[in-house]
């Protein structure tokens, strides 16, 4: 006996597929409302008695159609690996839009089972499902789960492993008997028109004479009915006798003729499943105040991550003030070296625990976002934007990448394989980084914290509006230089709105904050130990005086250049070069370069800012540092992610030029305006 079963997890993005994965595997992974997030299958496994489940969660797809790069690996691992069975994960709540998959999964002729997710919702709706009717229409076992409440995951199990070597059967259907001779109401769930039948029948006959050993004939017929290219070139046979044009539309629409149907039979109190989601729709995604409102709710969700963020930050900064000065009291009683003492205090103590004491505000930010993405608001906002998306040549569902880059560039540029073609895709991949990730936070708040006051919320806000408004005035001037470039019909399922999930929302906050926690414990610490060197190291060996070391000879060369935008010191320049290893490090650059352990402190900000004025370094120099911060060269990760999705070094390198360039160009105009204006 085979103790062993591997599981294919399939569904339409925001069914709850991956939240269903994560609490069988326990697997960290991000669960988000929206197409396009999880674009590469992920791994796992769960045991059921004495059975051993690998579990695979595929993309988010709402059909086998090989459009997208979601639907092409889903349907390629369906077809080639070794699958026992498909679990399709539909949401309960969303039942018509959800069946379309699960009539093209039925149809590959493979054990399958129907996982009924999000009943809590259509129980909280009052809506009821005839879960004997629905088996019978589909030909597949149905078993109702909630992946939130973790209710029924042991009976999917089970009905997984009981079926896992029954095909879809056949059923007597509740259609009258066509004139087609053969009898395919009793072998498949769903059935054609008498006209598709018939050359579906010869597409297979033809296909056993050519691939004798081909597996399901009737789904490649279909395939090949439907002009499928991929299928055309993988399995040529004669058919121009048989196909006079493409039967792909009579296919979908006779599958929605059956879904209507089922639905019709099954549901019980249809009309009011949606009646919440649409009454609030009106507003959230009206035509004119849908853009007013976001940005308000995000003007909501920054005020948390001051007040908030900064309530709390308090506490980090007498942390990192404790652990400073008795790092440096055990250094001095155990007579380290003065040197010694320096690299561990001003080098790895400032620059890291500099950036840790603004981890509140990061987890703040992650989990508003968090919220908004598991309640099914942020879909719409692609929706929203659509419109504007649409001027520039692009769909709404291009402006869900650069929904994703206000958390971090490197899924937000994965993410924009959800767009068809590759040269939205590109495009897409191109501004993206433009949107202001939570690493540039920290930069925000030390500057406005510093130098804006009261309006410090305000001034970090803005960098977001700024960074959206830049990306798509930046793809505008593209598509127009680009003329092979247009726009594309959005289509997206807005989810029901329901009521985020805490353990979703626990995983997703977790991972962020490990995240930056890695990443302050790695590449922040290797680059503040880097920095110190660097200033404390000259042509002459050790340098007493830091303008005489390597940092300052590297900042001070580029000083011309960034004396336009305001940047004109060589410490700000310094810091900015450190900011390429993570956007983080420009603030415990800072805390290195001007000397100040606890720079997040209000002590620490006293002095930096009294520092920093004494070299006429204003507010306007600080707006014009946060300009360039939000707009310039993406991060190392960023950098090698776009290099691996592009496959161009050509084409990263144009990225990262064109980032710096309008970085330093939109600094300069801030920059040089405003001295004129305040004279």
């Known amino acids: 006996m085979n103790n062993h079963i591997n599981v294919a997890f399939a569904g339409n993005p925001n069914c709850g597929k991956t939240t269903l994965f994560n609490a069988y595997t326990g697997a ?36 086998l159609t090989s459009y997208t790069m979601e639907e092409k690996l889903s349907r390629q691992y369906i077809l080639e690996d070794d699958v026992d069975v498909i679990v399709d994960v539909v949401d309960a709540s969303s039942l018509e839009r959800n069946l379309y998959l699960t009539i093209q999964l039925i149809e590959l002729g493979k054990p399958m089972v129907l996982a009924l997710n999000m009943m809590d919702i259509v129980e909280e ?85 050519a691939y004798p050993d081909m597996v399901n004939y009737r789904w490649h017929a279909i395939k090949l009915l439907e002009n499928d290219q991929e299928m055309i070139k993988k399995y040529p046979i004669q058919t121009a006798d048989i196909l006079d044009r493409s039967y792909e539309s009579d296919i979908i629409n006779q599958k929605y003729d059956f879904i209507h149907e089922i639905i019709s039979e099954v549901l019980v109190n249809k009309e009011e499943k949606s009646a919440g989601t649409d009454k609030i729709d009106r507003v959230l995604t009206h035509r004119i105040w849908g853009v007013p409102i976001f940005l308000a709710i995000m003007a909501v969700v920054f005020f948390l991550t001051f007040t908030v ?22 250094l001095e009683a155990i007579h380290t070296g003065a040197m010694v003492q320096s690299l561990v205090v001003d080098g790895v103590i400032a620059g890291v625990g500099g950036v840790l004491t603004f981890l509140p505000n990061i987890f703040i930010l992650f989990l508003a976002l968090a919220f908004l993405e598991d309640s099914g608001y942020m879909s719409r906002v692609a929706y929203i934007m659509d419109g504007i998306m649409g001027k520039i040549g692009l769909s709404g569902r291009a402006f869900i ?30 501004v993206t980084p433009f949107m202001s990730c939570s690493a540039r936070l920290p930069v925000y708040v030390l500057l406005s914290s510093m130098f804006f006051g009261k309006y410090a919320m305000l001034a970090a806000y803005s960098m977001y509006i700024i960074g959206a408004v830049v990306a798509i005035l930046v793809e505008l001037v593209v598509s127009k230089v680009d003329k092979s470039a247009g726009g594309h019909t959005l289509l997206i399922e807005l989810p029901e709105y329901k009521t985020p999930n805490g353990r979703t929302i626990a995983i997703y906050v977790w991972e962020k904050v ?20 660097l200033l404390n190291f000259g042509v002459t060996g050790l340098v007493d005086d830091m303008s005489q070391s390597f940092a300052a000879m590297a900042g001070k060369w580029l000083v011309p250049v960034m004396a336009p935008a305001g940047l004109g010191y060589w410490q700000v320049v310094v810091a900015l070069i450190s900011g390429i290893a993570a956007k983080e490090v420009v603030v415990s650059s800072m805390s290195v370069l001007y000397g100040i352990t606890n720079i997040a402190s209000e002590t620490g900000m006293a002095q930096l800012a009294g520092v920093l004025a004494q070299s006429g370094f204003t507010a306007l120099n600080a707006y014009s540092m946060m300009l360039f911060c939000l707009l310039y060269v993406p991060c190392i990760a960023t950098i090698a992610t776009i290099k691996r999705e592009t496959a161009s070094w050509k084409w990263t390198l144009g990225a990262v030029l064109l980032q710096l360039g309008t970085a330093w160009v939109v600094s300069v105009l801030f920059y040089q305006i405003g001295r004129l204006i305040l004279g």
């Not at 963020?309 to 055990?330: I, P, R, T």
């Open 309 to 330: 963020g900064d309530w709390l930050k308090g506490y980090f900064e007498e942390g990192v003030g404790l652990v400073s000065a008795g790092v440096l009291q055990f």
């Open 401 to 430: 990448p650069m929904l994703l880059g206000f958390g971090c560039s490197v899924p937000a540029v994965m993410a924009s394989r959800a767009l068809e073609d590759r040269r939205d895709r590109l495009r897409t991949i191109l």
């Open 28 to 63: 960290k992974l991000k669960v988000a409302n929206w197409p396009g997030v999880t674009v590469e299958k992920k791994e796992g496994a769960a045991k059921y008695r004495d059975l051993d489940f690998k579990l695979v969660d595929l993309p988010g797809i709402y059909s």
């Open 125 to 209: 709706r009052g809506m009821e499902i005839d879960l004997h009717r629905l088996p019978e229409m589909l030909g597949i076992p149905v078993v109702p789960v909630s992946a939130r409440k973790r209710t029924g995951l042991e009976v999917l199990l089970h009905a997984v492993a009981h079926h896992k070597d029954c095909l879809p059967h056949g059923f007597e259907h509740h259609h009258e008997q066509g004139s087609h001779p053969h009898p395919h109401h009793e072998e498949y769930a769903m059935v054609y028109s008498d006209e598709i039948e018939d050359k579906l029948d010869l597409i297979i006959e033809r296909l056993q004479n």
């Open 514 to 533: 490990k995240d930056y926690l890695t990443r302050a414990g790695t590449v922040i610490f290797v680059a503040s130990v880097i920095l110190w060197f």
